[in-house]
């Protein structure tokens, strides 16, 4: 989600349909931003020695996991 949405003007406020796409978009945001808190959390990936591939494999695997918990 690289785009930051609209930012107000200054000494102005935001259009009610700026408004409804800044709520889209951290209701997008958010839980891929939990999702990422939640991998920082865990301890294999501080010092981890295998491939880059192979921790995308241990990442998905545990975001499968925390979604059935």
Do not use: Y
Request: hydrophobic share 35%; with cysteine.
């Amino acid at each position: 989600m690289a785009d930051h949405g609209i930012k107000r003007r200054p000494l102005q406020e935001l259009t009610p349909t700026e408004k409804t796409r800044n709520r889209a978009l951290a209701a997008a945001r958010a839980p891929v931003e939990r999702g990422v808190a939640r991998l920082k959390s865990w301890r294999i990936f501080r010092r981890s020695r295998c491939s880059p591939n192979r921790m995308t494999s241990i990442a998905k695997a545990i975001l499968t996991l925390e979604r059935q918990h």
